[in-house]
């Protein structure tokens, strides 16, 4: 027979870890828009353009022609990212060029990066 090493047979609540833990959580909010965020960087091409972004502001030409997409389906990434505020945009004459918003979205994703890289080293 195999023990399930997963499985906890434990009955009693442990009050103080509950109680210590429920107070450090933030409102159900906060998680909320979290996990969207954390949708966000679910779609490849969204990785892609934000990948790019770490490297330069770019026009939709410019990221359209990198990924080898049309200007549509970028700018339609490039619409998602703005709303949820990983990416900034300015205009200069009729080109509007992208960036990324703050750097925290270079730490998220470079925190990302460096755990895949850290499974593909196992």
């Known amino acids: 027979m195999t023990q399930d090493l997963n499985k906890c047979d434990c009955i009693d609540v442990h009050e103080e870890i509950v109680t210590k833990t429920k107070n450090t959580m933030p409102e159900e909010e906060m998680l909320y828009d979290l996990a969207e965020l954390f949708k966000v960087f679910g779609d ?17 030409c410019d990221i359209a022609s990198l990924l080898n997409m049309t200007h549509s389906a970028i700018s339609h990434q490039l619409r998602v990212l703005k709303q949820a505020r990983l990416v900034k945009f300015r205009k200069e004459g009729k080109t509007v060029f992208y960036s990324l918003d703050d750097s925290h979205i270079s730490q998220i994703f470079n925190c990302g990066l460096s755990h895949i ?4 080293k196992r």
């Open 44 to 60: 490849t091409t969204r990785i892609k353009i934000l990948y790019a972004l770490f490297a330069n502001e770019m026009c939709v």
């Open 117 to 120: 890289q850290e499974i593909y």
